[in-house]
């Protein structure tokens, strides 16, 4: 569907330049539509995308069901507040719930928030004298002052002191560092069970097994931040389920709606009485709009059967990939589960991201030297070809 364009990428470049903060390292593009793993820039040029919506967009850009369902709730009520039962939010904890570890939902609408809601909810549970959280190297929570003081990486804290206290470190895999932090005033561990930001980090054998049996050991709660791997991305409905290990607590937001700003916190219905009114809320959270958008969601990956394909893709990723490593030496590691996908380089990515988008092709660095791509769960098998030939020729060319 062609879309009228008022104006070039340069007039809303010149725009953001006078009234936007410029808090944001933008690409010199303005892009206005998007399908599936597809987007076009102002100017008519198209996009394969691989890393659509910073993990928001894991139906792609677009989904049909979602578009539908949020057409349809806007006409009939767009927002009341949480001091009224919604329908659609009842039926979207409800199917949640039952795709996980059971229990009850706390909406929000972003993952910084899922996370302060847990960080809440971990001290609630717990006597006053209990609050420390262990967290981990690597790791990222989100970038409210709570959350940013749950991510142990220094450079997001570079002038923001002081932070939050109660949060210690431990480095990501490190059973026995854990084990020594843990003290009369330790309350929680928080993981991501999957580092996401962190290079797509894949934990050690045994390692979520043996915090689980930290945490019993020592009456702990457990928090799975799964913002980024949660929702179908590993090709399970959450991460944890890889490992046969159960949190006691679960964060998601990112791909939870299908691009539209939602999350959750999801704890057992023995835990939730403890985040007790008054003590916590979001004025937008679990809204109509976003409920729609959960469930239609939800509809897409099952009615499309796409953990499977997300699994299927991921092996034709995988393929691609380490061929790639064996012909190319700037690739030092690949780390593949499902749409997570972290290809470690001998050199900063910083020039691989710009060489691909030259060639119409959007990826992702993080921790400067890992190419990050996180894609579509509906991708085709043709556009991973395609994707993976662009990839593949930008890192030869930069290794000649």
């Known amino acids: 569907m062609a879309t009228q364009q008022v104006q070039s990428s340069a007039d809303t470049i010149a725009t953001f330049e006078k009234y936007v903060v410029p808090n944001y390292r933008r690409y010199p593009v303005c892009l206005v539509r998007g399908e599936g793993s597809w987007v076009w820039d102002a100017e008519g040029t198209r996009y394969l995308d691989l890393f659509p919506g910073w993990g928001c967009n894991l139906l792609g850009h677009c989904p049909p069901k979602v578009v539908a369902a949020i057409q349809e709730q806007v006409a ?18 409800q199917a949640l719930s039952e795709r996980s570890f059971g229990g009850q939902a706390f909406f929000c609408n972003s993952g910084t928030e899922a996370n302060e809601a847990a960080i809440k909810l971990a001290r609630l549970h717990t006597p006053p004298s209990r609050y420390k959280i262990i967290t981990f190297e690597g790791g990222f929570h989100g970038r409210t002052l709570g959350s940013t003081a749950a991510t142990a990486q220094p450079k997001y804290h570079e002038g923001l002191g002081p932070l939050v206290a109660g949060f210690v470190y431990a480095p990501f895999g490190d059973l026995a560092a854990v084990e020594r932090l843990i003290d009369d005033e330790t309350a929680a561990i928080m993981v991501e069970p999957i580092q996401g930001e962190g290079g797509i980090r894949i934990p050690p054998e045994g390692f979520l097994q043996g915090l689980r049996k930290l945490a019993d050991e020592h009456d702990l709660l457990l928090i799975f931040d799964e913002v980024q791997s949660g929702f179908g991305r590993t090709g399970k409905w959450f991460a944890y389920q890889h490992y046969g290990v159960q949190p006691d607590v679960m964060t998601l937001a990112k791909a939870v709606c299908g691009g539209v700003a939602g999350a959750a916190m999801l704890t057992t ?14 004025t937008f959270g679990g809204n109509p709009l976003a409920a729609r958008a959960g469930l239609a969601s939800i509809a897409t990956i099952d009615e499309e059967d796409l953990l499977s394909h997300a699994t299927q893709m991921s092996d034709r990723f995988a393929q691609h990939l380490t061929t790639l490593q064996q012909e190319c030496d700037l690739i030092e590691d690949v780390r593949i589960l499902g749409m997570m996908i972290g290809i470690e380089l001998s050199i900063d990515g910083t020039d691989v991201v710009s060489q691909c988008m030259q060639r119409n092709l959007l990826i992702n660095c993080t921790q400067g030297n890992v190419i990050r791509l996180l894609p579509a769960m509906n991708i085709t098998a043709a556009e991973v070809d395609e994707g993976c030939a662009i990839l593949a020729d930008v890192l030869k060319q930069l290794s000649a």
């Not at 009939?76 to 904890?93: D, K, M, R």
């Not at 219905?269 to 979001?282: K, Q, T, W």
């Open 76 to 93: 009939t009520l767009i927002h009341v507040p949480n001091t009224w039962y919604i329908e659609s939010q009842g039926a979207w904890a």
């Open 269 to 282: 219905a023995e835990i939730a009485p403890s985040l007790r009114p008054g003590m916590h809320a979001a």
